[in-house]
Each structure stands twice: as structure tokens, then as C-alpha cells.
């Protein structure tokens, strides 16, 4: 196997190991998503008072930032059971970024749909604000059975454990799979079945999958005293973005790509396969320049080693063949300096009337009238100054042997 055989083999390997990168990569940026840790950045918590003029009572749940994710959060969705009684006896109601820094503010209600009904609720901030992360929705009809689920939240369990800031570090995150599709009882919304765990406090919060995609909102629990089984809800996300449509709030929406690729393939198969693509292809464009350099130079065609000649094309020497690799040939009528002699009676040519040479490095041949008195013309008609050598290229003015010394 030849050299340049080898280093095409080697090309081409280096390029279809640079389309497989590529191809990992772009699946990687396809995929590419939030993890559910990440997402917890677009959680807060909600809180609420009320009184019914006699008593005064409170109320928590969980909110997530719905928008644009990367531009400022002005929306807040949670369930509308969080906020109802807030909402319909004009109670206080807050959502809060940071509990131990009293960093919250006072939302508005732009829609609410009772617990037997949607049991959505979404609120809208004072002013957008960076201090939250608007998390990407995912279409309801991408999510499979037995599709590994995440709860963000601040269930109330959690709260007799330790002192709790309600801030991003406090967010209780749970982990299960969604069982079914379902309409619980007394409602009028889709839900996911699921056994992922939540408890009070977490109604509102947001239901991610294995890229931060929120696919419900974690609303409702059933739980069988006797046998202590429970089963656990999320409305699903496409009872939301009717809503969303209805309200003409913007929002990110996703299929859900490709969940069993990680993010970090993009990041690094991508780079790698347009660097193996470029080197690969740049080996193999320059084997066949060699290649095409060798052919035009005349060194070697087909194997087979080639050396300049001058060949007659008709008149007296016609068909007899000069080897021009053994140096410069003078043509004239003087035998002493001549290598190729005319007869002396031959009309239009001088005692020594031109020369031809090669030159190897360029592939080129070099002819020279030598100050003949009828001249020396090319095939096209262009007569040469005397003593002024002109150069020409193999396969150029092949003909004009035949009338270079016609005056």
C-alpha cells in the first residue's frame, strides 16, 4: 500500500469519526435542557391570610415562574386552592423569594379557576424581576408511562424539621414515576397519576422531568389510612397552556427532546467532530493535490515516467522525434552549430535561426529566435523578438513547429 493510499485511509477515518461526534453533539444540544436541581430557580413560595371576621387563619403553597425563560419573570402560576380563599375574601396574599430576608412581594390575580374546576391560579408580579428563572414547559402528549418525575416544593412535613428561610436552598425536592393519565374525582382537569411524594405545601409547585421541563403542577393527594398507600396528582401542563393561550402570556414550550442524552455530549462531541471533519478533510484535499501536481507536471502518468522531446509535425523532419532532455536544440542551415540542419537551399531560414530548451521545475519549454533574418513565428501568428525568449507550458501552441519558420 502506498503512501498516499495510506494517509486517505487515514482521512477518512479521521472524517466519519468527525460526522459520529457531530451527530453525539447535536443530539447532546438537542436534548438539552435544565436538570431538576437547576429548575428549582424558578420555584417560590406562597403565602396567604384571610379571616372570616372572627378568627384569623394562614395559608402556604408553592408558585413557579412561568415567561420567556432568560428575560425577567412577570408571572407566577400555582393552584387556585392556594390562593381561593385569599383571593375571594380579599385576604393578604404574598409570594416570596427569600422568607429570612422578608424579600417578597404582593402579587395580583389575573386568573383563577376554582379546586373543582381547573384549580389554576396565576399572578402576576408588581414588576419583572431576574430574581427568578421562567421554567419551559413540555407538551403533555410527549410524556410516557412509567417517565421518571420530580416535585419542587415546600411541603408543610418539612417545616417542624428545622428553622426554614423558604428561600431556593429550602425547596423539598421528591422523586417517582407517573403511573397513569386520569381525571380525579369531583374535578375538571387531566392529572398524571404518579407516586412521587407530596404532602400540603406542595400544591402549586412544579412537576419537572429529568430536564427541568415542567410536565404538571402538583395539586392533590389521596392517602388510605388503613393501608397507608396513597396516590398522588399533577394537572397536566396542557390544562395550563390553554390558559395561557386565553391570557395571551407568553411561554416556552418543548416535545421534550431527547431525555436520555446529557446535556454535556453538545458541549463536547460537537467541537470534536468539526475538528476531526476539518482535519480529515484537509488531509484528503491535500493527498489530491499532490496528486493532481504530480499529472500536471509530467513526472509520472499512469506509472509510467515521461521526458520532454520536440517532434516534427510535417515538412522534412516530420515525424522524427529530438530529445530536449539532453539540453537545448539549435535549428538552422549551419551544420557546425545546428543540431537539427535544413538543407542549405531551404527558403525562410537562417544560418542558425532558433533554439528550443526545457526547463524541468516548471514543466515548461523555453523558444528563442536567435536574430534570423525571416523571423520565427508562433502558430497564431506572433512573431518572437530576437535574442527574447518565450516560455511555453506543456500542451501549449503544440502546432507551431510547423510554421515557426515561415517568413
Known amino acids: 500500500m502506498n503512501k498516499v493510499r495510506r494517509k486517505r485511509i487515514v482521512a477518512t477515518v479521521w472524517m466519519v469519526m468527525g460526522l ?16 431538576p436541581n437547576e429548575a428549582r430557580h424558578g420555584v ?25 425563560p432568560g428575560k425577567p419573570v412577570e408571572y407566577i402560576v400555582t393552584n387556585g386552592h392556594v390562593v381561593q380563599n385569599a383571593y375571594l375574601t380579599g385576604g393578604v396574599m404574598q409570594v416570596y423569594f427569600s422568607l429570612a430576608e422578608n424579600d417578597y412581594v404582593v402579587p395580583q390575580v389575573v386568573y383563577y379557576s ?26 403533555s402528549d410527549s410524556i410516557e408511562i412509567g417517565e421518571t418525575a420530580v416535585a419542587l416544593g415546600y411541603p408543610s412535613v418539612a417545616n417542624s424539621t428545622s428553622y426554614r ?38 400544591s402549586g409547585g412544579p412537576l419537572v422531568d429529568q430536564k427541568g421541563n415542567v410536565i404538571g403542577i402538583n395539586t392533590s393527594g389521596i392517602y ?49 467532530g468539526i475538528l476531526f471533519l476539518l482535519c480529515g478533510g484537509f488531509m484528503f484535499v491535500k493527498t489530491m493535490n499532490g496528486t493532481a501536481k504530480k499529472l500536471i507536471a509530467g513526472k509520472k502518468v499512469s506509472g509510467k515516467k515521461t521526458h520532454p522531446v520536440l517532434r516534427g509535425l510535417s515538412g522534412p523532419f516530420a515525424g522524427q522525434v529530438f ?43 523555453v523558444l528563442t529566435d536567435l536574430g534570423s533574418s525571416f523571423g520565427t513565428y508562433l502558430d497564431h501568428g506572433k512573431k518572437l523578438p530576437a535574442q527574447v525568449p518565450e516560455k511555453l507550458m506543456a500542451g501549449m501552441d503544440s502546432t507551431s513547429a510547423t510554421q515557426m519558420f515561415a517568413s
Open 323 to 365: 530529445d530536449l532532455s539532453k539540453g537545448t536544440i539549435v535549428m538552422g542551415r549551419d551544420p557546425a552549430t545546428c543540431h537539427i540542419v535544413f538543407e542549405k537551399n531551404m527558403p525562410g531560414i537562417s544560418g542558425r535561426h532558433c533554439q528550443v530548451s526545457y526547463q524541468a521545475a516548471d514543466d515548461s519549454f
Open 44 to 68: 417560590v413560595f406562597v403565602y396567604t391570610e384571610f379571616t372570616d371576621g372572627q378568627y384569623l387563619y394562614s395559608g402556604t403553597g408553592t408558585g413557579w415562574a412561568i415567561g420567556t
Open 114 to 139: 376554582a379546586p373543582e374546576e381547573k384549580d389554576i391560579a396565576i399572578l402576576r408580579l408588581p414588576s419583572p424581576t431576574d430574581k427568578r428563572t421562567a421554567l419551559q414547559l413540555r407538551k
Open 20 to 35: 459520529f461526534s457531530m451527530v453525539l453533539g447535536v443530539m447532546g444540544f438537542a436534548g438539552k435542557g435544565i436538570t
Open 224 to 272: 388510605n389510612t388503613e393501608s397507608g398507600a396513597s396516590v398522588n396528582y399533577a394537572i397536566m401542563i396542557d390544562e395550563l397552556t390553554r390558559i395561557l393561550d386565553n391570557e395571551q402570556i407568553d411561554y416556552a414550550l418543548t416535545d421534550g427532546g431527547l431525555l436520555w442524552v446529557p446535556n454535556w455530549m453538545g458541549y463536547v462531541f460537537l467541537p470534536i
Open 165 to 202: 428561610a423558604f428561600d431556593e436552598e429550602d425547596i423539598t425536592m421528591t422523586q417517582g414515576i407517573i403511573s397513569r393519565r386520569a381525571q380525579p374525582v369531583g374535578s375538571q382537569y387531566e392529572a398524571f397519576q404518579m407516586d412521587v411524594s407530596i404532602s400540603a405545601g406542595n
